[in-house]
């Protein structure tokens, strides 16, 4: 028992010295009134709603823990056993529905990094390239939505040409070289995430 708990601890060190500690107890996850609650014996929100302390407890019946001592292996259906259906605004429609965008099936959705680092390349499709399940913060606190950047930065950390191939930086900042004459608004899960300039000789002109 101490022993298992030793290695607990020396497992969840790195996690608390990476500058992240504590933004866990704000993210939606983390609350103690509506956080993760998958199984009656642990408090709601606690990390041990995902990690086992022991991959006993009720762990793979093949008897080997899994990656981080989670629950389920660590993929996309992981996060299913809680967000199989659409969030309370529909901003993220379940797993039948992102199965089928390019972010689930292109084999490039892979964080490039460099903040958080980079994901190693079978890791694509995987929610985790986008949103970290402990939260992530910056200078300015914790980012919204458990996602790794903020607004825009998320997606163009992408779409600039790597890995994603369709570079939506470059017109973004090309029209910041004149004056803006057309404007367009980018619409993203049910949002407007940000109005930009179009090149007047842009077919996308409207
Ligand atoms: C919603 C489920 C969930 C909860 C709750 C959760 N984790 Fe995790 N944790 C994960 C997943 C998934 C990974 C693997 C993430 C990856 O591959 O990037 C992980 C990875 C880790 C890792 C190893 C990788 C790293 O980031 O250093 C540590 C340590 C860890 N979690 C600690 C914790 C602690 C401590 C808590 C509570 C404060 C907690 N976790 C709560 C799902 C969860
Ligand atoms: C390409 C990046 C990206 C990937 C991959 C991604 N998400 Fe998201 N997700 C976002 C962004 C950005 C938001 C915030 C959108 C907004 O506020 O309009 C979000 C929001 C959410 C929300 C909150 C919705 C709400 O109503 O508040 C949930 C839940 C969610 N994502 C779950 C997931 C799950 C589960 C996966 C994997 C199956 C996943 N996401 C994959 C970028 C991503
Ligand atoms: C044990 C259940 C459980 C698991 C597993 C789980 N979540 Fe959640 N998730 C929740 C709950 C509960 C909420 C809060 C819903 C609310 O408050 O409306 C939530 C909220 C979120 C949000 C919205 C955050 C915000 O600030 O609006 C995102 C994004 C998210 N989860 C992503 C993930 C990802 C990615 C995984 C897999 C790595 C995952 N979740 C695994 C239960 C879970
Ligand atoms: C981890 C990298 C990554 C992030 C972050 C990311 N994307 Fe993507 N996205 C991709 C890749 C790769 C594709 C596949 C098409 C390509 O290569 O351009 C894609 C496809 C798309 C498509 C569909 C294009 C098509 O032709 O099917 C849209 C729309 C899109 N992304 C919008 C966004 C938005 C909006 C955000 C921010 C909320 C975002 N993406 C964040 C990597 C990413």
Not at 173 to 190: D, E, I, M, N, W
Request: include cysteine; hydrophobic fraction near 30%; charge should be positive.
């Amino acid at each position: 028992m101490r022993f298992a708990l030793c290695i607990l601890v020396l497992m969840f060190l790195p996690y608390f010295s990476v500058g992240q500690r504590g933004i866990y107890t704000s993210t939606k996850h983390g609350n103690t009134s509506t956080g993760v609650y998958r199984i009656n014996t642990e408090p709601r929100g606690a990390c041990s709603q995902c990690h086992y302390q022991h991959a006993s407890s009720s762990g793979p019946s093949t008897g080997g823990p899994y990656e981080y001592a989670l629950f389920a292996a660590n993929a996309n259906p992981l996060c299913y056993t809680c967000h199989n259906t659409s969030s309370a605004l529909f901003i993220y429609q379940g797993a039948t529905v992102y199965n089928q965008s390019s972010h689930a099936t292109s084999s490039s959705v892979v964080w490039p990094g460099p903040t958080p680092p980079a994901r190693p390349l079978g890791n694509w499709g995987k929610c985790v390239n986008c949103h970290n399940p402990h939260g992530y913060k910056d200078t300015t606190g914790l980012i919204p939505n458990m996602a790794f950047s903020r607004e825009e930065n998320l997606c163009l950390t992408c779409h600039d040409g790597s890995p994603a191939s369709k570079n939506i930086n470059a017109p973004i900042s090309k029209t910041l070289q004149a004056p803006c004459q057309y404007k367009r608004k980018a619409f993203y899960f049910g949002k407007w995430v940000r109005e930009f300039c179009i090149p007047q000789q842009s077919p996308l002109r409207v």
